[in-house]
């Protein structure tokens, strides 16, 4: 991510471009208004989401919700999209392929000019451009995207990895054209591999109707293998063709397996196998059925989650961070903590996934190392990891502390309609104006006089994890001992 704190801005519109990149939801009000109109007219967004953003029918249920309150259903669709830290510049080519124009226009002066070319050469050669841009010469808004996420392809960039000196010999190890099978198999040593045809047959030939999800990595399908039921990631390249980039997105993949081949909790996404003989390298996951903390939380079409539940969530989580910080000399940070991440299982038990940006910290408690790029998603990150680069434990305990928050207020982190549109904002502000804690829990499920001092209890938590200075966090170890302690219902 672009290497600031919260005073550094990443650049202003004007009439002849911009010269950074900006994500969708920090698009200008005024702009996004006119696109929304644009997009809802003929139902232009439903062509953008299910054709070009790789969603599906059934993701569109809360859109549908929100069009019958009479809401604008384009913007559902953008905040959804911008939850997953895609950006103007993405949506400007997709529109491209779309030869919408007229929303193309909208937007126009949010992007670089190199991107204008788009509309006045009416059908141009999109995969020329994006490879003509040398990653290297990104804007730093650019590089700071997250990839690993998590419901849609992304279209312009495969997501960065954190590099390290100690990590660039690793992150060579990945060829241009596809993955080092010597890496895999190195990575691999506990697991079976898997051949490519029994993971065909899985899923009946990568059937449309198998797919559980896709980004910037490629699809999940579901499957069963063996008389088990599977979660079945196919890395595809996508995007830019640029070599360099798909050296770093393939790393993400061998960053999975080398750490949940050599994570075996309670907590983790337990991986079954890979598969390296096929047209795509495959990582093979027990498939969790109970989905993720993102679509239990925020899908309407889903019972609420109760209280016992969303606390018995946060703890296996906080179970599942200390083993990964603590189970090894140096502990590995899993740097991306929320809860599209978070799977469940048919009871409701939490299982940390998506490792794809994973890396181990310093060996020492209490300190941190300074990395050379940032990466994760902005409201799940705190200020000394973007701002300077300073990775630590206290960078999962700061995004755990979100997901609290997420928890027990049912809010997104990140929500361009609230006042203070990050959560942690809105929960300190709330805090400061003594708001009672009736008025901050989710509304969607009653809660008696247990469960709110229990909520109480976790916003108080949350506000530890979040706050200012790492030094001030506490270590995961100290967050789980609460729990066990104070937390229960």
């Not at 510049?89 to 030869?99: D, G, I, K």
């Not at 996508?238 to 081949?261: D, F, H, V, W």
């Not at 939380?297 to 609420?304: D, N, T, V, W």
Request: net charge neutral; proline share 4%.
């Amino acid at each position: 991510m672009q290497k600031r704190d919260e005073k550094i801005t990443r650049g202003s519109s004007s009439s002849s471009g911009v010269n950074s990149d900006i994500y969708l939801y920090e698009m200008p009000a005024q702009e996004r208004e006119l696109l929304c109109r644009i997009l809802d007219e003929n139902d232009v967004w439903r062509d953008l989401a299910l054709n070009h953003m790789g969603y599906t029918k059934t993701d569109l249920q809360e859109i549908k919700r929100q069009m019958q309150l009479g809401n604008s259903p384009a913007d559902e669709l953008l905040t959804m999209w911008g939850d997953q830290n895609h950006t103007v510049t993405e949506l400007f080519v997709l529109l491209s392929r779309m030869q919408q124009y007229v929303a193309m226009t909208a937007i126009k002066d949010l992007v670089s000019r190199q991107y204008h070319r788009l509309i006045y050469s009416g059908q141009p050669d999109i995969s020329l451009l994006l490879k003509n841009q040398k990653l290297e010469d990104k804007t730093p808004a650019t590089e700071e995207r997250n990839g690993a996420g998590k419901s849609n392809a992304k279209i312009l960039n495969c997501p960065q990895s954190l590099v390290s000196n100690e990590n660039n010999e690793e992150q060579e190890g990945a060829s241009s054209a596809g993955m080092d099978i010597k890496n895999f198999t190195d990575y691999a040593s506990t697991i079976p591999q898997i051949e490519y045809q029994e993971l065909v047959e899985a899923t009946n030939n990568w059937c449309d109707k198998s797919i559980l999800g896709k980004g910037g990595f490629g699809t999940v399908y579901k499957g069963t293998w063996k008389f088990t039921a599977v979660a079945i990631k196919k890395i595809q390249y996508r995007g830019t063709g640029n070599a360099e980039a798909n050296k770093i997105q393939m790393q993400q993949s061998l960053n999975e397996l080398r750490y949940l081949n050599s994570c075996r909790h309670d907590n983790i996404l337990p991986l079954y196998g890979y598969s390296i003989n096929g047209d795509e390298p495959c990582l093979v996951y027990q498939l969790m059925t109970g989905g993720s903390l993102e679509q239990r939380l925020f899908s309407k079409a889903q019972e609420p989650l109760s209280w016992s539940q969303r606390i018995n969530i946060a703890k296996g989580t906080a179970r599942g961070l200390q083993y990964l910080h603590t189970f090894k000399e140096k502990p590995l940070i899993h740097g991306d903590i929320k809860p599209a991440n978070i799977l469940l299982d048919p009871c409701c038990q939490p299982r940390i996934g998506d490792f794809g940006l994973a890396r181990e910290g310093p060996n020492a408690v209490n300190t941190a190392m300074e990395v050379s790029r940032v990466y994760g998603t902005k409201p799940y990150l705190p200020a000394e990891f973007l701002g300077y680069r300073s990775l630590s434990t206290k960078v999962d305990t700061f995004s755990f502390g979100v997901v609290l928050f997420e928890l027990v207020t049912g809010l997104r982190a990140y929500d361009h309609k609230r006042t203070h549109k990050f959560l942690t904002k809105h929960i300190m502000s709330a805090c400061a104006e003594n708001v009672s804690i009736d008025q901050l829990l989710d509304k969607t499920v009653p809660a008696d006089g247990d469960t709110k001092k229990a909520c109480s209890m976790m916003i108080n938590l949350g506000r530890f994890c979040t706050a200012d200075r790492a030094e001030d966090r506490p270590e995961m170890v100290k967050v789980l001992s609460f729990f066990d302690t104070k937390i229960c219902l």
